[in-house]
């Protein structure tokens, strides 16, 4: 597949990329972070590992490169769609928990990330931002909910770190043990949470 | 220190297995699971990989060993003492929190353990079993503080799952983003979470 003699052209390169970023998210979903190495993406791409030196000079830049991989994806994964205030901060909340096998795939790889991550400071402030994120997002749709009456009143910016707090909890307990956590489970769990936080205005 | 000459009695044996252990500790700590090597543990040691083979047959051994550590680790750190009822659960909380640098570093080791447990059944089980027993023993704590009319009624393993996800996520959270989440900050989100709960009875 990745013999000398293919024409080199733009298509052919951006071929190329796609193909190594499937390669490198099967491995991820199959054997977490732990798992990656560039041997394996190599054996999942029938490539040589001296190729993908080409792409990723050192382990850590493969790394670096998953960590993106899956910021991307999980950016681009499909959303509910909701009315404004309350069902939307609920959903923003459903889209984080593992209720399909795709999110749960998505969450193992997010989960198996963190013990990379927290091993590097650079990878460890990337993941602080992205989370950082999340809450802001988080955080308009629940000032939304309280303008209309929805939730109580307070920082929405606090409301918003106690839900995603709830919502990556709900994640590795579900990860762990899907037997005691199944869809409908998680789902009620998250509407206790809410109900607790919707009753108090 | 592991040289060939020392008297081996059954105290010499258990200093060992203790040095052993303070290695396994310390390489955890600073490098995680991901870093977690005989070779690793061997330099902490000063003693040779070979002698580290005699221990731990396999990586897995070592692995396995480091997951037991953990759950001793956690299970002998000392607990706040509450008066019965809604202080009890909010103490057995606060326990879980990285709230010092001790229980930081645990918690360190433990979100590091995920990903190498997610890669294994067997390792994975073990973990859904030791949150389950931590499940079970705040369910004690939430039902006796809804007999005394602090929490409201309804299935005490119910909120009991809540409460400990709600307490995992901000474990995760202040591992990442120290500075969003300090001490102070864990303590008024766990507050918050206690309060909305209450403000159902």
């Not at 998210?25 to 190729?51: C, I, P, Q, S, Y």
């Not at 909340?93 to 795939?105: F, N």
């Not at 602080?128 to 749709?141: F, K, V």
């Not at 590795?172 to 109900?195: I, M």
Request: charged content about 25%.
């Amino acid at each position: 597949m990745y013999g000398g003699s293919m024409p080199r052209t733009k298509g052919d390169h951006e071929a190329r990329r796609r193909e190594v970023s499937e390669a490198v998210w099967r491995v991820l979903a199959a054997h977490g972070f732990d798992g990656l190495t560039l041997r394996a993406v190599a054996a999942e791409l029938g490539a040589t590992t001296g190729l993908l030196t080409h792409y990723f000079p050192a382990k850590r830049d493969l790394l670096a490169y998953a960590l993106d991989l899956l910021d991307r994806r999980s950016a681009a994964r499909p959303r509910r769609v909701a009315p404004r205030g309350l069902p939307a901060v609920r959903a923003a909340l459903l889209d984080i928990l593992p209720l399909t096998p795709a999110a749960t795939a998505g969450n193992r790889v997010w989960v198996s990330s963190w013990d990379t991550a927290l091993a590097d400071p650079e990878l460890s402030a990337g993941h602080a931002e992205r989370y950082a994120r999340g809450r802001a997002r988080l955080s308009e749709l629940v000032a939304t909910a309280q303008e209309l009456g929805e939730l109580p009143p307070g920082d929405p910016d606090r409301i918003a770190a106690g839900a995603q707090g709830f919502a990556l909890g709900l994640v590795v307990q579900a990860l762990f043990d899907p037997t005691a956590f199944p869809p409908e489970r998680q789902t009620d769990l998250l509407d206790d949470y809410l109900a607790a936080l919707a009753s108090r205005c």
